[in-house]
């Protein structure tokens, strides 16, 4: 517990791993302590899809530390591999979007039409055509169960566990010292500076402080006098083993989806319910997963369901994490509430928070991530995607 530590990251997660190996690649001594272990953070616990993120004049903010965030990925995966051997499979295998009925397929002429506008390559596919492009579909479309939607070339898909093995792997290469099954039981505030923070295992002190703890960054934020929204938005997930992939590329309707994975495995989710801090699954989620799997492929006689799980989501109150100095707290920061985009935002969220902690310019605008905004402060709920 004495050695001497430059940042402290609280929080294990993709977000905290990833501002945890940008600081030492800057020659920081950082430390980083987690609640949680391996599998059981929201991060592990995701599907990795990653739409596409054109930039385009008078994008919002969010969708600009998308794209940033999007170019930094490229160029980490290869990195990552290079420094660790992981590979962390992103991939841009791109996303068919389809729609299940008439009203459905209007959203989708909707969003294919904002897709366009915004730069992205987006092409519709009638119904016939669908099944060209993913013959394991054939039966679905037949049935009526698919009436049309479009193809994202450029989507892509990356596989969490292992970039978060990638992630771990680097930052200990890197010379950070991670402390798993650390949960923090307070945090230390005087004068204006946090003093140090107290976890089940002793008091941890630094120089500077970082909160990036998920869901639970709400309630830890207290003590530093901020107060914003990351409940918990629970996600079911299903991975089914097969003897062989039978899609090429992910599958989306509404806000479900099928993924493929380089080893035959596919994985399907994924449920929105705000269920507190409840990580376990439960017997209907999963039955409507493979429901929705089957209604897609057919019985798949050969699959076997090898695992599910459950993530908890930080909600935001505004859909923008917050990210940036806690206000009146000179040492401490906040990388908190992406929701659904966590995994995405991961690398342009550790560069910016980075650069805001060594006082260098900054490569897009950090003002509409500022923690104490009003849109993210006492706001009374979180703000959720229409399904």
Same mark, same amino acid.
């Given at each position: ?74 160029? +980490?995966? /290869? #990195? %990552?591999?290079?420094?660790? $051997?992981?590979?962390?499979?992103? =991939? !841009?295998?791109? @996303? ?119 869901? +639970?960054? /709400? #309630? %830890?934020?207290?003590?530093? $006098?901020?107060?914003?929204?990351? =409940? !918990?938005?629970? @996600? ?152």
């Amino acid at each position: 517990m004495a050695t001497p530590t430059d940042c402290c990251i609280i929080g294990g997660g993709v977000i905290g791993l990833s501002i945890a190996r940008e600081l030492a690649g800057r020659g920081l001594r950082v430390r980083v302590l987690s609640r949680d272990r391996g599998r059981d953070t929201a991060s592990w616990a995701a599907a990795g899809i990653f739409p596409p993120a054109p930039t385009w004049p008078g994008a919002p903010p969010g969708d600009l530390l998308t794209a940033w965030s999007d170019r930094l990925h490229r160029e +980490w995966a /290869e #990195a %990552l591999r290079e420094e660790t $051997g992981i590979d962390n499979e992103l =991939r !841009p295998a791109g @996303g068919l979007h389809l729609a299940a009925d008439a009203p459905g397929l209007e959203r989708l002429r909707e969003a294919a039409a904002d897709w366009q506008r915004r730069g992205a390559a987006c092409e519709w596919v009638e119904r016939d055509a669908i099944a060209r492009i993913e013959p394991s579909l054939a039966a679905a479309i037949e049935r009526g169960g698919i009436v049309g939607g479009y193809l994202l070339p450029e989507e892509m898909s990356i596989r969490p566990p292992r970039h978060l093995a990638a992630l771990e792997a680097s930052c200990r290469r890197r010379g950070v010292e991670i402390t798993a099954g650390a949960a923090v039981t307070g945090i230390e505030v005087r004068g204006g500076r946090v003093e140090g923070v107290a976890t089940t295992g002793g008091i941890v002190r630094a120089e500077t402080y970082c909160l990036a703890a998920g869901a +639970w960054s /709400e #309630a %830890l934020a207290r003590p530093l $006098g901020l107060r914003f929204a990351t =409940r !918990p938005i629970r @996600g079911q997930i299903v991975l089914l083993a097969l003897p062989q992939q039978v899609l090429g590329r992910v599958v989306n309707v509404g806000l479900n989806y099928l993924v493929p994975r380089d080893d035959g495995r596919l994985l399907v989710g994924s449920t929105l319910e705000d269920a507190g801090f409840a990580k376990e699954t439960t017997a209907e989620a999963i039955d409507w997963l493979l429901g929705f799997a089957h209604g897609l492929l057919g019985d798949l006689p050969s699959a076997r369901m090898e695992q599910a799980w459950a993530g908890l989501r930080p909600g935001s109150a505004d859909g923008l994490p917050s990210i940036g100095q806690v206000p009146g707290i000179a040492n401490a920061f906040v990388a908190a509430g992406h929701f659904r985009a966590g995994l995405h935002q991961s690398t342009g969220t550790a560069v910016l928070l980075a650069d805001l902690m060594a006082g260098a310019a900054p490569a897009i605008d950090p003002t509409p991530f500022n923690p104490a905004r009003p849109s993210a402060t006492a706001a009374a709920g979180v703000m959720l995607p229409a399904g």
